[in-house]
């Protein structure tokens, strides 16, 4: 069974660093790129951006080019979300998902709220 | 503002049939495939149609989808309380700078 399972919730002061993490398993973790969903309180979904963890291809969302970062450990099979300097606006649920071939995301993770706030 | 644009809201009685739009462009819609996720309230979004009208093992089949030119739209007929949720269009922008893009949501309420 396919199954994504993201860190827990998190409430952090505007300026802090985060990094929020998503395990994937029953799948090959490598042969799939992963994707991050922003979703900001009573608003849609935002498609942040993408990694390959069998090469690390990276490629962001141009709303979220240089506002976050995305890595993975595929030793781990696990994919993060990072920032290096919250702001109140990044008060959101954020959800992994297993992006099929670029066209469409199958599987999602539980989601992680993160709440700043000073 | 949203890139696709999908009605707000759209609502029918137990049993019946709806509706719901997702308009866009030639960069996204007009030459790529459409998918579809269901959201109930305080959950994460699922995978409901995928390739514009493929539906993943599990969901029924009175969910369908279809692409005409920059257009999508969902189908769900015989409606239950169940289906009250938020529905999503998504598909891939291949301009400059090539990202997934996503509608505005539209929230179906069943009377």
């Known amino acids: 069974e396919v199954q994504l399972v993201q860190s827990g919730a998190e409430v952090k002061k505007p300026g802090e660093s985060l990094k929020i993490s998503c395990k994937g398993s029953?799948?090959?973790?490598?042969?799939?790129?992963i994707g991050w969903v922003r979703q900001m309180p009573g608003k849609g979904l935002e498609w942040m951006g993408i990694i390959y963890p069998g090469d690390s291809d990276t490629r962001y969302s141009p709303s979220f080019q240089g506002q976050v970062t995305i890595s993975a450990d595929k030793s781990i099979s696990t994919a993060y979300l990072q920032w290096s300097s919250l702001k109140a606006s990044d008060t959101a649920m954020y959800y992994c998902a297993r992006q099929w071939n670029l066209r469409y995301l199958d599987y999602w993770g539980q989601g992680t709220l993160v709440t700043v706030s000073s | 503002q949203s890139v696709l644009t999908q009605p707000p809201s759209v609502s029918a009685a137990p049993g019946q049939k709806v509706t719901i739009s997702c308009s866009g462009s030639?960069?996204?819609?007009?030459?790529?495939?459409v998918s579809w996720y269901q959201q109930l309230p305080g959950t994460a979004p699922k995978l409901l149609i995928y390739?514009?009208?493929k539906r993943p093992s599990g969901i029924p089949d009175r969910f369908s989808g279809s692409k005409s030119g920059t257009s999508a739209t969902l189908g769900i007929t015989g409606l239950q309380t169940g289906d009250e949720a938020d529905y999503y269009c998504g598909t891939w922008d291949s301009s400059l700078s090539a990202h997934v893009v996503f509608g505005g949501g539209t929230k179906l309420t069943v009377l």
């Open positions: 029953g799948y090959s973790f490598t042969s799939y790129w």
């Open positions: 390739d514009n009208n």
């Open positions: 030639s960069s996204n819609i007009g030459n790529n495939y």
